[in-house]
Every structure is written in C-alpha cells, then in structure tokens.
C-alpha cells in the first residue's frame, strides 16, 4: 500500500545495508520508536536528522487507487485485514485511526505484537482476530518471503506486482464478481 522505506531510500546508502537493516528490524519489531529510529539512521548516514525525517515522509506515498478498490469494491463482500511491518508512528502518516479501522476490520502491527511477517504466528494472530481460519484467508503482499510465510501458516497468498495485477488474479480466483470482469 506504500512504498517502502528500506527499499527506496535505503537503497542510496549501500555501504551501510546491514546496518540500517537491522535499525529497521528493530523498529519492526517495536523495540525503537520512529524517533529514535530517525536520529539514528541519520546518524549511519550522516544526513542530518529532518532531512531523514523529510525524505522518509516523501518515500511513504499510499497507493490511493489501491485503497479505492479495497473501500468500492472488496470491503463489502469480505473481511479485509492488515498485517504489516510498519509501526504504528509510521502508519498515521497514512490513515488516523478512524480512516484505518473504517477500511480494516484487524490491523495487525509488527512492532505491536514483537513478531515481524513473514514469521508464521503473525498470519495465524491476524486469523484468529478476525475469527476465521487460516485457509480461509488470502494474503496479498509485494514481497514472496511474505507470501510464504502465510503461506506456512496455511494461508493463501497471492504476490502483488500492480493494481491491475491484482484485480486480474482476484478477478481469475473468483474473489471479485463475474460481472466486474
């Protein structure tokens, strides 16, 4: 739904790749805040910390054609839920609280429950909060380890590349009515 920070503007500083990965896990799993991690990736870098802050807020642009399609077309036929990676600091800059549990009926942060995907036990909490099973959920996510580890958790999982990606195999799964073919 986003564009990830760790793949975009990480990418300017390879030389420091393990580094800023593991800052990133640790934010991941809820053990720094998004304070802390800003001062500290800028410290790895050298690039002052609002400049981080500033190019962190451009790299996080929510696929708003996305979000339609979750909010017109899928909400009202299904259960929608989101797991992610990104805390909770970090997902306001994309809904306030009302505007995410209006379009999801469980959010499920990493840094939250101090489980990151593609860890199996992520995909079974998210399962149990919205009180199906976990073969009867499809996960949708741009990254295949992602994708896996639903899928060990006995999932479904489907690897999005674009929007029309998406709505060709929901269309191709059945997920989304004949007549919107």
Known sequence: MYVDVSHAYFSRFPEHHEALYDLNKQADHGFIDRTTYTQAVAKITGVSEEETARAFSR???????????????????????????????????????????????????????????????????????????????LFI??????????????????LFTTNDQLREALKNTMLVKEEEK
């Open 59 to 137: 790299e996080h642009v929510i696929n708003q054609p996305l979000i339609d399609f979750i909010r017109g077309t899928l909400k009202s036929r299904y259960k929608i839920g989101l797991i992610s990676n990104i805390g909770r600091g970090w997902i306001q800059d994309f809904f306030d609280e009302h505007q995410l549990h209006d379009l999801f009926e469980v959010v499920v942060m990493s840094s939250e429950e101090g489980i990151t995907k593609p860890n199996p036990l992520i995909f079974e909490r998210a399962a149990d909060r919205m009180s199906v099973s976990p073969d009867e959920c």
């Open 141 to 158: 996510d741009d990254i295949q380890a992602n994708c896996d580890g639903a899928k060990q958790a006995g999932m479904q999982a489907l």
